[in-house]
């Protein structure tokens, strides 16, 4: 029986289902560092919509971005149900090991087997989204978290 319970293990992904606007992302587990309640940014004047400023988390200072806007959608509505998904740095930058973006409300916990994901095809994509997927019937996409964090050190640094 630990065999198989081991062997379970290995073949399922802790995932985290995350609303944004229209549609869920998914992403494993490790790349979020936690779920908190919505934070008012700072915002300097000069940013694009997509940077809605920076946060204090942890005593540190984590870009919040509207992934929606970033995709190229309009800047949500800010709702009682909102929380920051704070998302640990795939390790582009050591000056970035945080970046933040906004939920439409609490992401869900789930374990992801092999065969209960598959690629949708055809699907249109944003530019900041790998892969459209059906997980237990139900739509997702995978975003591309690498080109995100990209993109604020891109525009940070000009």
């Known amino acids: 029986m630990s065999k198989q319970l ?9 995932c985290l ?3 944004v606007v229209g549609k869920n992302l998914i992403m494993p587990n490790v790349s979020v560092a936690e779920i908190v309640g919505y934070l008012h940014p700072v915002a300097d004047a000069d940013t694009p919509q997509w940077l ?5 988390w942890r005593n ?5 971005i509207s992934f929606d806007a970033l995709n190229g959608q309009h800047l949500p509505e800010s709702k009682v149900e909102n929380r920051l998904a704070i998302l640990n740095s795939t390790g ?3 000056d970035l090991p945080w970046i933040a973006i906004v939920t ?3 992401p869900r916990l789930m374990r992801v087997g092999a065969e209960e994901i598959a690629e949708i095809p055809g699907m249109e994509l944003g530019p900041f989204e790998q ?3 059906s997980v237990n019937g ?4 995978i975003p591309d978290l690498n080109k995100l964090q990209q993109e604020f050190i891109n525009f940070k640094d000009t």
Do not use: D, H, R
């Open 131 to 133: 892969m459209a997927v």
């Open 6 to 14: 081991s062997g379970n293990a290995v073949n399922e992904l802790a």
């Open 104 to 106: 439409q409300s609490t």
């Open 17 to 19: 289902l995350v609303p």
């Open 60 to 64: 540190q200072q984590v870009p919040l």
């Open 52 to 56: 809605l400023g920076m946060i204090s």
């Open 138 to 141: 139900e739509e997702a996409f």
């Open 92 to 94: 582009i930058s050591q």
